[in-house]
């Protein structure tokens, strides 16, 4: 039997899709979420399930995990694309679940893949039948739904972040569908070097579906006919048409050399830098790979010191993607040199790192009223944008107020402290004026001055916008 008779069994199905996991427990990766004691594990066992939106890159199990769902609760599946589909399709799916119901006591899971290609009007239409219970929403979206997905869906479902895999579990994955004679490549008694097994999971970057269509191909190259078992390190490169990297014995090579160029580009020595962003090059490593880790690099390790390398970064990115090798690795090499010389500063990165570990303590506290919309009549009655200082009114276009949430108002640490290296000096001195204005200023409880009469202030400082004054 060759690849292409056994594709005919098969319905011509692909690799990726003959071999997606029939139950939880031969499902491999995100542990976290459908380890046994989560909720979506239990939810599934119990046959409690809800309507959630798996968030993830390609290839993460979103479209799996959906019909595991339906499969393990014997619950009607539907699904269609929101590429293709709209409110019509939506009222026929409606009509099946009410026929499912009441005919066949089932529940009706309805997929969308890519939900957040739905606009506001075809979002809304879900709603009634989600809020009922009549079908079980599963939306799939690679773009974050907190933009995508609109307020009342989202307050109906819960998100669940879907992971890339990791390069181990992309290697049990490839290494089962090598040895299932039913569904995957057993029939054809195929061996694959490690070096070659390891070069697909590495390549796949996270995704499973590229990891098995990649080893679908190295397969299909073989002269089983001839006798020909074993895929090669060679047959993978013919098939991914990407050089292998020189891995050593344990795979750290990759990570070594990647290693050794962020930590020269900290370190401020351009020499270093070339010198390892050469040896990644020429031992195969995907350039855009690179260029994602200086562009990372640019605000985690230089920031606000030196705001143009953000821009060098991107810009040799989509240089390379516009010409290629080898003419592009030069642009990768300017970048690299720009940003070992550039001044460093990680204030951003820890600043932010501060803001997360606050709201992961604090929660959605609200927006203070001072500073929400009033698009409407209701909302400026409800106290919306009242007393809002609008900053081009006033001295030097800053207007002393506050801008966090109540609870964090004189509570909160400062969350970015810039140093004093290359443009983030100019920065510092200028929170610093800031916070000296507002310090000398007796305030209200929205930061505004509490004019006693004898304030001195200047007429544009004395100006406020009443209701915001229409102003964002």
């Known amino acids: 039997m060759d690849l292409f008779d056994m594709n005919l069994n098969q319905e011509h199905r692909p690799l990726a899709d003959r071999m997606r996991p029939r139950t939880l427990d031969e499902y491999v990766g995100q542990s976290e979420l459908i380890g046994k004691n989560s909720l979506l594990y239990r939810a599934i066992a119990e046959d409690r399930i809800f309507s959630v ?110 992971k890339p895999f990791f390069e181990e579990e992309l290697s049990l994955i490839l290494e089962r569908a090598l040895g299932d004679k039913e569904r995957g490549l057993g029939a054809l008694s195929l061996e694959i070097d490690p070096d070659a097994l390891k070069h697909i999971a590495w390549s796949a970057d996270g995704d499973a579906r590229a990891a098995l269509n990649s080893l679908e191909a190295a397969a299909s190259l073989l002269d089983t006919a001839g006798g020909e078992r074993k895929i090669t390190v060679t047959a993978v490169e013919a098939a991914l048409q990407k050089k292998a990297l020189l891995y050593d014995k344990d795979g750290e090579e990759h990570y070594n050399l990647i290693s050794a160029f962020h930590k020269s580009l900290r370190g401020s020595d351009a020499d270093a830098a070339l010198y390892w962003l050469g040896r990644m090059l020429m031992a195969g490593e995907d350039p855009l790979y690179i260029a994602r880790r200086m562009v990372r690099f640019a605000s985690e390790d230089v920031g606000n010191a030196d705001p143009r390398a ?42 932010y790192g501060r803001v997360k570990e606050t709201i992961g303590k604090t929660g959605a506290l609200p927006v203070p009223l001072h500073i ?57 001195e200028r929170i610093g004026e800031w916070r000296r204005i507002r310090a000398s200023r007796k305030k209200d409880k929205r930061g505004n001055r509490i004019d006693t009469g004898a304030t001195g202030e200047s007429s544009a400082e004395g100006k406020i916008k009443k209701g915001g004054g229409g102003h964002y």
Do not use: C
């Open 310 to 351: 953000l821009t060098v970064a991107v810009s040799a990115m989509q240089a390379f993607q516009f010409i290629g090798l080898p003419e592009g690795e030069l642009a990768l090499a300017q970048a690299a040199v720009y940003l070992a010389t550039a001044s460093k500063s990680n204030a951003l990165y820890v600043g």
């Open 53 to 162: 939106i798996f968030w993830g890159p390609p290839g993460s199990g979103k479209t799996t995990l959906a019909r595991l769902m339906a499969d393990e609760t014997k619950s009607y599946f539907t699904s269609f694309s929101a590429v293709l589909s709209g409110v019509k399709e939506i009222r026929t799916v409606v009509e099946e679940a009410n026929v499912q119901r009441r005919q066949h006591g089932r529940k009706t899971i309805l997929f969308v893949d890519e939900i957040h290609r739905f606009n506001k009007a075809q979002q809304d239409a879900f709603l009634p039948h989600v809020e009922s219970g009549l079908i079980t929403l599963i939306g799939a979206t690679t773009e974050n739904p907190s933009f995508q997905v609109i307020a009342p869906l989202l307050s109906r479902t819960r998100v669940i972040v879907l």
């Open 372 to 428: 929400r919309n009033a698009p409407t009549a209701l909302m400026k009655g409800l106290g919306y944008g009242e007393g809002y200082r609008y900053a081009h009114d006033y001295e030097n276009a800053y207007a002393p107020q506050e801008y966090l949430p109540d609870e964090l108002q004189g509570k909160a640490p400062s969350f970015y402290v810039p140093t004093d290296r290359g443009y983030e000096k100019i920065i510092r």
